[in-house]
Nanobody, 120 residues
Framework: QVHVVESGGGLVQAGNSLRLSCAAS?????MGWFRQAPGKEREFVAA????????YYADSVKGRFTISKNNDMNTVYLDMNSLKPEDTAVYYC????????????????WGQGTQVTISS
């Protein structure tokens, strides 16, 4: 069992930046960020390997978002730059427990999410 808690969401204007944090109770899994906008399905945003030596991104955020871990490997960050109104969503953190985690598949132990709202 892994407990994850997301934080750092808020309301910002387009073009600005936000940093999301995900505190995890274990370091044994790759971790990923996902988001769900109103009326849409949850989508993969980014993933990072257990040792933080590999990162993966959805095309929609590549070049704007950066996923990273702290030195203790128990906190995962999502630095979001050049934010757009279409980035508005609830952002979730989860642990990759199966194959193809780098493609946003096979995740468990979801957090409660943190709201990100981007105004135009």
């Amino acid at each position: 069992q892994v407990h994850v808690v997301e934080s750092g969401g808020g309301l910002v204007q387009a073009g600005n930046s936000l940093r999301l944090s995900c505190a995890a109770s274990a370091r044994t899994y790759p971790m990923g960020w996902f988001r769900q906008a109103p009326g849409k399905e949850r989508e993969f945003v980014a993933a990072i390997s257990r040792s933080a030596d590999r990162t993966y991104y959805a095309d929609s955020v590549k070049g704007r978002f950066t996923i990273s871990k702290n030195n203790d490997m128990n906190t995962v960050y999502l630095d979001m730059n050049s934010l757009k109104p279409e980035d508005t969503a609830v952002y979730y953190c989860a642990a990759g427990t199966g194959n193809f985690w780098w493609r946003g598949q096979n995740y468990d132990y979801w957090g409660q999410g943190t709201q990100v709202t981007i105004s135009s």
